[in-house]
């Protein structure tokens, strides 16, 4: 399947589940960056530093709690997001919020067209597994970024994906790598294709290296709870290995 064919697959999954996972999952957490699964927020990590007047693209931004937490901070920020649903839902919550947030529907792929415009801050949160190039993608991150921006994506770790949250097991071999698609069967009896991308660290970390954006800090935070995300994972598991990953990087040049 062609990297369209597979961003268009992955759009209709999202556009499909959005409502749901607004409702159910994803939660109103506009108050503050939350970097994931028991990944911790902003308020402890500060990675981000002062964000008054910086210039912050948020992709894969879903709801946009994010950007909207940044915006309520001063900074002026910009989501974008493959799914036209999960942007309606920005649209709705940054009007709520009373801020104002430039969110745009707008795949991966198509990063390069704001190639006019540079930001201090590139975030992704929870959103890059669904990348189908990454290699092009952090080259198109690093085009956007100033000179010393940075980058922080969040991921939900490689190794904690690897095992069964049941039995603790290892239920997959963790060079099983690539496009992972799984045919679900809704309550509603319509059937819908999830898909996402494996990676192992080591593959993350050299496409990294080879974009040119350099790796100023790898953090695998474990929160003592979690209200947004954390009902679907199960706490023998998620005390063993942190299910979220972040990756900070910067543009040194
Ligand atoms: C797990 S959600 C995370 C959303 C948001 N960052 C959050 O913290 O709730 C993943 C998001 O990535 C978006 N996404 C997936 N593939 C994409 C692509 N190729 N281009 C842009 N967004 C994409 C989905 O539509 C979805 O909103």
Redesign the pocket.
């Known amino acids: 399947m062609s990297i369209k064919n597979n961003?268009k697959t992955?759009?209709e999954w999202?556009?499909s589940a959005?409502e749901y996972?607004q409702n159910e999952i994803?939660g109103d957490r506009m108050v503050d960056v939350?970097y994931?699964p028991f990944g911790s927020n902003e308020k402890k990590l500060k990675l981000l530093g002062e964000v008054k007047g910086k210039k912050i693209l948020?992709?894969?931004?879903?709801?946009?709690?994010?950007a909207i937490s940044l915006a309520k901070k001063g900074a002026i920020c910009t989501g974008?997001?493959?799914?036209p649903n999960?942007i309606k839902f920005a649209k709705k919550n940054a009007e709520k919020e009373k801020v104002t947030v430039k969110f745009l529907e707008?795949?991966?792929?198509s990063l390069n067209t704001l190639k006019s415009r540079k930001f201090n801050i590139v975030l992704?949160?929870?959103?890059l597994q669904?990348?189908?190039n990454m290699a092009d993608l952090l080259k198109n991150v690093k085009n956007l970024l100033v000179k010393d921006g940075i980058f922080i994506f969040s991921i939900e770790s490689p190794f904690y994906l690897v095992m069964d949250p049941r039995d603790l097991k290892i239920k997959e071999s963790y060079f099983n790598v690539g496009l992972k698609r799984k045919r679900e069967k809704w309550p509603d009896g319509s059937i819908h294709y999830f898909m996402y991308y494996d990676r192992k660290i080591s593959d993350i970390i050299n496409l990294i290296i080879d974009s040119g954006l350099k790796i100023e800090k790898v953090l695998e935070p474990l929160d003592k709870e979690d209200n947004v995300w954390g009902k679907g994972y199960r706490r023998a598991l998620v005390n063993k290995i942190a299910p979220t990953i972040i990756f900070v990087c910067k543009n040194k040049n």
Do not use: R, T
């Open positions: 961003e992955i759009k999202w556009n959005s996972y994803s939350q994931g948020e992709i894969g931004c879903g709801a946009g709690q994010a974008i997001d493959i799914s999960q707008l795949p991966f792929s992704a949160i929870m959103s669904y990348c189908v």
